[in-house]
């Protein structure tokens, strides 16, 4: 079983920073495309962040310059370092995990709590 794990979250003052972290178990393949998406109550999941298979990335651009994107391929493993963290970026992130194919095999994880407050 393909199991999606995000770890990280937590609580940080505005203009902080913080790292969260996905984790990809129990596949014999690597991951194509990751992306982080975020979630607050009552709002619609948004793209965040997208990190291709060669390591090009895209950002909403209300995180450019902010955020950064990074995977370890050898761990199948994500990360989005935060800085600058603004009270609108209080969310639940979520990890999504693509794997090549025809058409693409898509996975999500459950999500971890990100709230930034004074």
């Known amino acids: 079983q393909v199991q999606v794990v995000e770890s990280g979250g937590g609580l940080v003052q505005p203009g902080g920073s913080l790292r969260v972290s996905c984790a990809v178990s129990?596949?014999?393949?690597?991951?194509?495309?990751f992306g982080w998406y975020r979630q607050t109550p009552g709002k619609q999941r948004e793209l965040v962040a997208v990190i291709t298979g060669r390591g090009l990335t895209q950002y909403v651009d209300s995180v450019k310059g902010r955020f950064i994107i990074s995977r370890d391929n050898a761990k199948n493993t994500m990360y989005l370092q935060m800085n600058s963290l603004k009270p609108e970026d209080t969310a639940v992130y979520y990890c999504?995990?693509?794997?090549?194919?025809?058409?693409?095999?898509?996975?999500w994880g459950q999500g971890t709590q990100v709230t930034v407050s004074s």
């Open positions: 129990g596949s014999a393949f690597r991951v194509d495309t």
């Open positions: 999504n995990a693509n794997f090549y194919g025809d058409p693409p095999l898509t996975f």
